[in-house]
């Protein structure tokens, strides 16, 4: 497979956005206020790649996300690799180029994520409150990161085929 420089550029904005996820989120601290750039970041490229795509590029994010906070191992690579899956399926109903659409659609992906990260590693009681309080305002600065990140790079995501 040809890449093309439109997959160039949408690799560029991957990696900014992870590296950007690396040298901001630290400035945050534990704050739920905190935007995960690499969930955005998969998110952009799920969207414009097959399911499977999607869910293998989910499962290697929640395989590194693991590895680096192992409280539950598999808990963040099951999550991811549903959201990833899950997201790529969903193409045909997201518009890369529609804001409000994507904002909806962040958010939710955002919140299934911690739902089956708290599922998946069997913390419900001591996770309820955090998906009742925290994962709100965590899935709202994802979102927000998510529309900008979409504003800046707009003229190089919009001519990335869906694949």
Sequence with gaps: MRIGPP???LA???AVLVAAHFALRPRFGPSPLAPDLVLVALLFFAIRSRPGAGAAAGF???LLVDAVTPTAFGASA???TVVGFLSGWLKAVVFPDNLLVNAVFVFAASLARDVLQ???????????AALLVTS???ALSTTAAALLALVV???WLRGVPAR
């Design 153 to 155: 790079f707009r003229g």
């Design 60 to 62: 290697v994010v929640g």
């Design 78 to 80: 099951f999550a991811l």
């Design 12 to 14: 560029v904005v991957l």
């Design 136 to 138: 709100p305002v965590a």
């Design 7 to 9: 997959r160039l550029k």
């Design 118 to 128: 708290v599922l998946a590693a069997g913390q419900l009681r001591s996770g309820a």
